[in-house]
Every structure is written in C-alpha cells, then in structure tokens.
Nanobody
C-alpha cells in the first residue's frame, strides 16, 4: 500500500512563512504529478499548486508569487514553500500524488495525505 505523510503546518502571523513537506512511501513503481490542495471550513477543496515529474508547475492565481512548489523524485517528496502568508490562506492542506504502484506503470491512482493545518493570524 502507498501512504503520503505530510508535515510542516502550524500557526504563523500574517506575512510569515511555512514550508510543507509530503513524502510518499510504500509499494511505489513511479510517482507522476504531485500537488497541494487546501480546504477551509465550509468551502470545497481547491488546488493550490501542482508539479509534474519533469518539474513543470501550475499555481492557483491566489498564490502566484507567494508560494513555490518543488519536488525531489529520489525521495518521492513534494514541498510547498509558503511566503507572505495571509489570513485567508488558513486551511487544511492536503498532499496528492498520482502513483503507479506495484511493478507496472498502469494503473496510476491518486493518493492523498492526511492533511496538515495551516493557520495564519492577522
């Protein structure tokens, strides 16, 4: 089985920074696109940023210029550097990875981390 374990969340003042990490482990053959989503109370889960295995990135408009996504393929880990945090960034942040498990490139399945809370105070 595959597991994604997140870390790095916490409480920070507006304008501060946090760095989230998410490591995939288990019966992994290859990890394709990885990304970060967030969900605030009463709201739907939304994409924050994603990154392909080759390093191509995609960001939500509300974090462009403030957040940076990166990955280490050797460690099956994705990171989210969060700078200039705003109170509206407060949410549970979830890691997602498209992974082919076992010994084959097929099928690829979306796996999710347990979530890590980010709280930004004003």
């Amino acid at each position: 089985q595959v597991q994604l374990v997140e870390s790095g969340g916490g409480l920070v003042q507006a304008g501060g920074s946090l760095k989230l990490s998410c490591a995939a482990s288990g019966n992994i053959f290859v990890v394709y696109t990885m990304g970060w989503y967030r969900q605030a109370p009463g709201k739907q889960r939304e994409l924050v940023a994603s990154i392909t295995r080759g390093g191509n990135t995609n960001y939500a408009n509300f974090v462009k210029g403030r957040f940076t996504i990166s990955r280490d393929n050797a460690k099956n880990t994705v990171y989210l550097q969060m700078d200039s945090l705003k109170p509206e960034d407060t949410a549970a942040y979830y890691c997602e990875a498209d992974i082919a498990a076992g010994i084959s490139v097929y099928p690829a399945v979306a796996y999710w981390g347990q979530g890590t809370q980010v709280t930004v105070s004003s």
